[in-house]
Every structure is written in structure tokens, then in C-alpha cells.
């Protein structure tokens, strides 16, 4: 996709501010806004022009749409396009989605030059190294698959996601990718993540990365954990290397179209 | 027979030959009329369909629609030695909410988009399908579905998605009429099992989310055409109409003054019916639209409401509102249960409902009058009830969950009620919490009219959403989101009785039987049978998808079936041979 290696692109600035997240409808990380408005410059550019003007009676900076009021008309709008105008349709993956949507809700009130982008290729670096990202999650054919996949992590999950995710990481654990700790009826230890659970059974991987399903009923104890086993880089990286690890991260499209 | 041993010895040739050719017409009188009692389902058999359980002749069962069923081949002492018979697959994927009919032996069942199957309920072995051409410009609001069909006489009537009824014969699966009943690019559309009640075909239409008119109507079965229609929005001059209240002069928020012409209103479910008041009983959907209230001043009658119609005329005998200036999404999507009980000493006509609004009503359904109202999950947008019956609605500050979330504390899936037991049982979604946002939006033909964005809430601060409501095998709402349950309550308190704790939330519809036994599903594809006195799990069945539709039960040959429908399978069980 032709706007691609705009993902290695974020603002230093956005990547710290792990307080403003989008926490109620109507509210938009600066994270994802900023993600937002670089999609928007190499997407939307051409037809829209930079401030947003550039297609007659539409004045996108107003926050007023012609045939959108809620996000999800916005949404429809960019991945379903206008029939007969000139509003094509396009393919966003949820993330981008997501960006472009806090931007255009922004437009007005968001100063370029107040923030850096961070660097892809820097933060692959981190996230490989000295980060030591790899010991517990995979991406392609690298790294261990105790943790969640990351793979296709910057087609799933917003640039605000990801980046709270890097500073406070129970608050952004899916449940269903829970610790589990399980004891067996006969003493045994069952240390992994959940990957799935219905009233009778549940399905781990253990911390041996062996595929593992239990009946409830033969197990003495089951316990689900709120607190993900990933460290906070909130203290152990500066702002500059977490904007760079997020740039790398929202790269990883993985298989994702 | 030795005839000449009956006849007598001095009859002459011309009588004997009278007499031989009245034997004849009696015979073949007695016979066609043996035959039609047992080819042909007419009303009679209609109103005795609980005391006729070999068959399944409504879409709940009976007109009481208690889903309760007198046969008891199955019971808790062998329900351990049941075996899958047969299965039927679908070839159009989605959620397959039908249940099907059975009658002497044959089971007819809708499948997507809008088929009709004839087969043998004994093997699944097809007889005949109806495949019904939908229009290209149909728009249907949240899923292809359909949930059956009614019969009557030799024929069978379905619902469409395109709005329209059309009228099958029984035998051959051809159809005898096809009756446009909306303008389906409009948003309207049919998805509930029509009801078939004396020389009438009553339905109605959904499309609340398209901004629709809601209403009821009621066709001539056998030529289709219209005899009643009730409105669930009244129109200016019509009883309830002024609680679509008009907008202030200056309002500080965006006010449709025509709310009405758009107010939803939908029936996505079947009725009952009461024969000895000549009562239908609906359950209307939300209104329009569905969160944003605000543009939409006064109770919004008779949108979430029970709605009483004389069956011959569909004149408006009483209503009781659930959920008055709905902002939840809480539709009455619910069949009403009717059960003549015994409350506070003395027999009671009773009409039992479960709401998605989390509450769970006992009205006496002569009147309507509200008798009992009480949670049967958390609830937070109302707090009790006036004398009236009237909830307190004590809605929650902006950003904040509300309980029960959007799809509700139940939602369209199939109670049931036991007269054994007294218990009502209802699947229940528990834990389950919404944040809404109601945005202004303008009511456009075929547009989306939802106005408003919602989100399930999940108990982590800050985490992302739970994915959305139609979700694959993994589980990845989890006990942050909801978990699952059926609850059996006291019909006449509410009282919860027994509880049995599902992981993930159920669509599955419960069938109760005389041997006391529930059967239900749920998502984790599970086809469980449950004591329906104590709720202690007796038998389940791993199937392997998502159990979406009601459970129904039948006999054939002396042999009780159980049937169920999980993803694509139609999946019938019935006992091992010993």
C-alpha cells in the first residue's frame, strides 16, 4: 500500500502523553492523531489539499461532513466511498481507521510543528535488542510465542493502543490473553495464556509454548490474572525510543491486506 | 370381514345394492375426513397444538408459546443415552434462527435468505424447497435472518426479507400467493415466523434501524390480502400519539419535529394469542433512533411496549410501555409468554416477560395490568418502579456503563415456561454493560438510523474494546465483557430459583418438557439438557458452533426427537436403541 512507509513516521511529543487516551467516544489520543494526519498527507492530499479545502464545498477543517455525522458514517464514507463524486473508496486496516478519523476530527487544533516522528528502523532495533521484545512475543518467524503474536499488531491496534501499551501494559491486555494459572488435580502446575475458555474447558498456551486444552472439572485450581507479565518501559526508555518502538510497531501489518 | 354373516337373509337386490353403496360414501366420507384431519392443520388443532405434541405446529409451540412440551420418552433417567439420528446442512452461512414445524411426520423449515424446506422428520431426507426470489434493493437491518414459518390448512406461510408474505402449499412447495407487505429499499423487512390464527395470517415487519414505521397486519390466508393493520407508532389523531411530543420552540439540541413518520416500532418476534379473550399479543421494538432520545421528546409509544390486539380487528385493547423514551436500545424483542397461574391465592390470566431491559414483568394480560416488575440481571438505568408500573429511570452520567448493556439481559431468544414447575426460564447475559452516546442524526430513506455510538464495556481502565457482538469460536469477550446463564425464576415473584452459569454469553432459545428437562444451547456450541427443577447439568453435546435458534421437540413412529440448529447443522437427537 502506497502509504506504508509513512508508518515509520511518529510524533515524539504524542508518543509521551499516555493520559489522554481516547477514553470516551468523541475523544481522540494524540497518538492516533498524529498517525491520522500522516495517512491523511499521503492519502488524501491530492484531491483534499493539505488544509483540507481543496475539493470544492468541502471544507474538511470545519468538523461538518456532507454525508457523515457519527464515526462510524465517517468510516463507512472512506471504505465505502460516495457513488457518482469523486470520493473514492479506500482500504484502511481498523488502525488506520482509526487515525485518520482522530485527525479529521482534529484538523483545526493540530500543531505539526510541535512534535518529531520516531524512527521505524531505530525502534527495530529496541524492540529486538535491548528492549528484548522477542522473549516473550514473536514477529514473522523470530522471537517466542508465549506472549501475543505482534505480527499484524499495527493493522489491529491503534498508535494510542500501542503506545499506552508500552508504558502501562495490564491496562491494554485483551482478557482473553490472560496469565492463567492452573493447578491439576494431581499437584500439577500449569503456568501459560489463555487463548480460549467455554463452560467446560480451556484452551493454554503454557510457558513451554505447548498447545494445551483441560477440562474444568480436572482441575483443582483455575485462576485468571488482571496483571500482564510485561514490564513498563515508562521508566527504562526515553520518549525519543518509545516514539521510534511505536513507529515500528504500527509497521507491523503482518498479513493483513 | 364376513359380510354375508351381517347382512340379512331376506334382502332384496336393490336394497342390498343402496345399503352397499351408503356403506361406501360413509366409508369414504369417514376416510377423506380422517385424511383431512390428518393432512390438514386447521385452527382447531391450532388451539390444542400443546395437547398434540407429537407435532410442532407454532413457532413457540402453542399460542401460550410456553415452549414446553408434553412428551416424556426423554427424562432425566435416560436423557444420558441420547444419540444424533440425522442432520440437515445449510448452504448459506450465517446465523440460522429458524425453528422448524413438524407435522405427522414432516418437518418444515426456513433456511437462508428465504427458503422453505419440506422433509422427513424421521431421516431429514428432503421432500421439496421453496426458494423465494428476493429483491435486489432489499435492505435488512442486523443480519439475513429468519425464524420460521406458521401453517395453516395445507398451506405455509413465510415472511420475507424483502417484505413480503407469500403463501406455500404444503405438499408441493409451490407457491400460492406472494403478498408485498412494505417497501423493502424503505428498510422494511420480515423476519419473525408469521402467526396463523382462525382464517388469518398476522405479522410484522422490522426495520427500527432503518427508520421505519412499525407495524402489525393481519392477511386473509387463503388470497392475501390485508384485513388489519396496526400502526406501533400512532399517526396524528390516534390514541398515544401525543407521546411523540412536540419539539420545543428554541431547542438546545437538534429536535425532529416529524420523530413519528421514522419511529421504529419493529416486531422481530411472533406473537401469542389468547383465544378465550381474542387476544394477540406483540412485542414492539425500540424507537428511532435507537440512542440519541434526545431528538425524539415524550414516551415514544408504543415502541418498547407489549402491545393487546383483538385478533379479528387488530383494534388496540390495552399496552404497557418497558422501557418509555428508550435511549438503550431496549427493545421488547421478546415472546410473551401466557400461563394461567395461581398469584396471591387466585388464579391469574398471566402474560410473563423477560425484557432486554434487565427486568423480568408478571402483567395480567386481560387488562395489562403491571403486577410484578424485578431485575433478573444488574440494572442501572432505572431503580424500581411507580404505582403504575412505571420504571424510574435513573439513567447513568456520560462515559459511564450502563447496565444492561446494549443487546440486553436477554434479547430475542426463546423463553419457556413449565407449568410443572412454575419456573419461567430465561437465557440471560450477565456482567454485561454498555457505554452509550447518543449523536444527532436525520432520518434519511434506507439510511442507517442509529444515531448514536456504543461500546461494551470492559472492567480494565483504558483497554481497548471488546470485539463486537458476532464473534467466531474464541471466546475473547470473556468474564470482562459478559458471561452467559440460564435463570429459572419464579413465574409469579421473579425469584431467581436456580441458576446455571454459562462462560460466554447465549442466543440460544430453552425448551422445558413434562419429564422435566431444559434443553438449550449457546455459543460455545453446546447442546445441553439440564434438570429443569434443580438446573444440575444432566447431558450435553459438543456441535461444534454457535446455537442461535430454539430448541424444539416432536414424535414420529412413537419415538421422541429433540432438534437443534448449531452454525450451519441442523442436528436431531433422539434415544439409543437398547
Not at chain 2, 342390498?16 to 369417514?30: M, P
Request: net charge neutral.
Amino acid at each position: 500500500m502506497a502509504g506504508r512507509f509513512f508508518l515509520a513516521f511518529i510524533f515524539i511529543a504524542l508518543a509521551v502523553d499516555v493520559r489522554a487516551q481516547q477514553a470516551h467516544p468523541g475523544e481522540y489520543a494524540p497518538a492516533d492523531i498524529g498517525y491520522g494526519a500522516r495517512l491523511y498527507d499521503a492519502q488524501c492530499t491530492t484531491c483534499h489539499g493539505a488544509n483540507g479545502d481543496g475539493v470544492g464545498g468541502v471544507d474538511l477543517r470545519s468538523g461538518k461532513f456532507r454525508n457523515a455525522v457519527t464515526d462510524q458514517d465517517l468510516t463507512r464514507v472512506i471504505t465505502g466511498g460516495i457513488p457518482g463524486t469523486g470520493m473514492q473508496a479506500f482500504k484502511f486496516d481498523a488502525a488506520e481507521i482509526t487515525g485518520i478519523i482522530a485527525y479529521l476530527r482534529n484538523m483545526n487544533a493540530f500543531d505539526r510543528g510541535s512534535a518529531k516522528p520516531g524512527d521505524s528502523s531505530r525502534g527495530r532495533v529496541l524492540f529486538e535488542g535491548r528492549g528484548g521484545c522477542l522473549r516473550c512475543h514473536r514477529v514473522g518467524a523470530s522471537g517466542s510465542r508465549v506472549a501475543p503474536n505482534l505480527s499484524d499488531v499495527g493493522a489491529v491496534r491503534s498508535a494510542a493502543s500501542i503506545q499506552r501499551s508500552l508504558v502501562e501494559p495490564s491496562s491494554q491486555m485483551m482478557p482473553i490473553n490472560r496469565p492463567v494459572r492452573i493447578v491439576m488435580q494431581d499437584g500439577r502446575v500449569i503456568n501459560g495464556r489463555r487463548l480460549n475458555e467455554d463452560t467446560y474447558t480451556v484452551q493454554v498456551i503454557d510457558d513451554q509454548e505447548r498447545l494445551v486444552s483441560l477440562t474444568k472439572a480436572d482441575l483443582r485450581e483455575y485462576t485468571i490474572l488482571t496483571t500482564s507479565p510485561m514490564p513498563s518501559f515508562r521508566e527504562t526508555l526515553r520518549a525519543e525510543e518509545l516514539a521510534d518502538l511505536l513507529a515500528y510497531l504500527l509497521s507491523l501489518k503482518g498479513a493483513t491486506p | 370381514m364376513n359380510t354375508k354373516a351381517t347382512c340379512p337373509p331376506k334382502l332384496g337386490e336393490r336394497r342390498r345394492k343402496a345399503l352397499a353403496e351408503r356403506t361406501w360414501i360413509v366409508a369414504a366420507f369417514v376416510a377423506l375426513v380422517s385424511f383431512t384431519l390428518h393432512a390438514q392443520v386447521g385452527y382447531d388443532r391450532l388451539l390444542n397444538a400443546a395437547k398434540e405434541p407429537r407435532n410442532w405446529l407454532t413457532y413457540s409451540g402453542g399460542y401460550f408459546s410456553n415452549r414446553y412440551s408434553l412428551l416424556t420418552q426423554i427424562g432425566p433417567a435416560n436423557v444420558k443415552n441420547l444419540e444424533l439420528k440425522w442432520m440437515y446442512q445449510a448452504a448459506v452461512a450465517g446465523g440460522w434462527q429458524t425453528t422448524p414445524l413438524v407435522v405427522d411426520g414432516v418437518m418444515y423449515l426456513t433456511q437462508r435468505p428465504n427458503d422453505v424446506v419440506a422433509l422427513d422428520a424421521k431421516t431429514g431426507r428432503v421432500f421439496w424447497i421453496y426458494r423465494h426470489q428476493l429483491a435486489p434493493d432489499q435492505i435488512v437491518c442486523c443480519g439475513a435472518n429468519n425464524r420460521g414459518l406458521a401453517i395453516l390448512g395445507d398451506t405455509l406461510f413465510m415472511g420475507t426479507l424483502d417484505a413480503h408474505l407469500v403463501a406455500i402449499d404444503a405438499k408441493t412447495g409451490r407457491p400460492l400467493w406472494d403478498t408485498q407487505v412494505a417497501e423493502s429499499k424503505s428498510g422494511y423487512s420480515l423476519t419473525l415466523a408469521p402467526l396463523a390464527v382462525k382464517d388469518k395470517i398476522i405479522v410484522g415487519v422490522g426495520g427500527g434501524e432503518y427508520g421505519i414505521r412499525g407495524f402489525v397486519a393481519a392477511y386473509n390466508a387463503r388470497t392475501g390480502r390485508e384485513v388489519w393493520r396496526f400502526y406501533t407508532i400512532p399517526g396524528p389523531g390516534e390514541a398515544g400519539f401525543d407521546s411523540w411530543k412536540p419539539c420545543p420552540p428554541a431547542p438546545e439540541n437538534f429536535c425532529d419535529g416529524d420523530a413519528w413518520k421514522h419511529g421504529g416500532g419493529s416486531i422481530w418476534v411472533t406473537g401469542s394469542y389468547d383465544a378465550d379473550l381474542n387476544l394477540t399479543y406483540w412485542g414492539v421494538g425500540n424507537a428511532g433512533p435507537d440512542w440519541n432520545a434526545d431528538q425524539r421528546p415524550g414516551d415514544n409509544l408504543y415502541t418498547d411496549s407489549v402491545v393487546a390486539l383483538d385478533a379479528d380487528t387488530g383494534r388496540l385493547k390495552w399496552h404497557y410501555q418497558f422501557t418509555p423514551h428508550d435511549k438503550y436500545d431496549y427493545d421488547s424483542v421478546q415472546i410473551p409468554i401466557l400461563a394461567d397461574i395461581t398469584w396471591r391465592g387466585a388464579p391469574l390470566k398471566a402474560m410473563l416477560w423477560a425484557n432486554r431491559n434487565g427486568n423480568f414483568y408478571v402483567l395480567e394480560r386481560e387488562t395489562g395490568k403491571f403486577l410484578v416488575g424485578r431485575p433478573f440481571v444488574k440494572v442501572n438505568w432505572s431503580n424500581g418502579f411507580d404505582e403504575r408500573g412505571r420504571p424510574i429511570q435513573t439513567p447513568q452520567p456520560p462515559g459511564q456503563p450502563t447496565w444492561p448493556g446494549n443487546q440486553g439481559g436477554t434479547n430475542w431468544y426463546s423463553p419457556s415456561y413449565s407449568p410443572r414447575t412454575g419456573f419461567f426460564y430465561v437465557p440471560a447475559w450477565e456482567g454485561y454493560a454498555t457505554i452509550f452516546g447518543g449523536t444527532p442524526v436525520e432520518y434519511q430513506e434506507g439510511r442507517n438510523f442509529g444515531g448514536g455510538i456504543n461500546r461494551p464495556h470492559v472492567p480494565v481502565p483504558g483497554a481497548p474494546a471488546v470485539p463486537g457482538l458476532r464473534r467466531g469460536p474464541i471466546n475473547n469477550w470473556t468474564e470482562a465483557a459478559a458471561t452467559g446463564a440460564v435463570l429459572a425464576l419464579d413465574a409469579t415473584t421473579g425469584e431467581l430459583k436456580w441458576r446455571f452459569a454459562m462462560t460466554d454469553v447465549t442466543d440460544s432459545g430453552i425448551l422445558t418438557t413434562a419429564s422435566d428437562l431444559l434443553f438449550t444451547g449457546g455459543r460455545e456450541g453446546y447442546f445441553q439438557a439440564i434438570d429443569a427443577r434443580t438446573g444440575t447439568l444432566l447431558w450435553k453435546a459438543s456441535l461444534g458452533a454457535q446455537i442461535v435458534s430454539g430448541p424444539m421437540t416432536y414424535e414420529v413412529d412413537g419415538r421422541q426427537y429433540v432438534s437443534t440448529i448449531a452454525g450451519l447443522s441442523l442436528c436431531v437427537f433422539s434415544l439409543r436403541d437398547q
